[in-house]
Nanobody, 121 residues
Framework: QVQLVESGGGLVQAGGSLRLSCAASGRTFSNYHMGWFRQAPGKERELVAA????????YYTNPVKGRFTISRDNAKNTVYLQMNSLKPEDTAVYSC??????????????WGRGTQVTVSS
């Protein structure tokens, strides 16, 4: 089992920045690919960014490329999502997840509860 706890969400004006953190406990963090997902009201959950477990290869969905940065600190068992130039359409619940399988296809077996990000116009 891996336990994941997100923090860092909140209310920010358009153009502002937030840094999300996801602290992991339980099994060896470095064995897992990590992803940040988001779900806005009435929309499907989507993979926003992912980082692989060994080479730290990253993936970003097109709408956030150039604005968001995912990183991980295996010594601290933490994955981060730096979000800059935020837009109202970034408003969603952001959740981190861990995958022992493929870093894009998953499956992502372990999930945090999520943190709300609200961007005002």
């Amino acid at each position: 089992q891996v336990q994941l706890v997100e923090s860092g969400g909140g209310l920010v004006q358009a153009g502002g920045s937030l840094r999300l953190s996801c602290a992991a406990s339980g099994r060896t963090f470095s064995n897992y690919h990590m992803g940040w997902f988001r779900q806005a009201p009435g929309k499907e959950r989507e993979l926003v960014a992912a980082i692989s477990r060994v080479t730290a290869t990253t993936y970003y969905t097109n709408p956030v490329k150039g604005r968001f940065t995912i990183s991980r600190d295996n010594a601290k068992n933490t994955v981060y999502l730096q979000m800059n130039s935020l837009k109202p359409e970034d408003t969603a619940v952001y959740s981190c997840a861990a995958s022992p399988g493929n870093f894009l296809a998953g499956p992502y077996d372990y999930w945090g509860r999520g943190t709300q990000v609200t961007v005002s116009s």
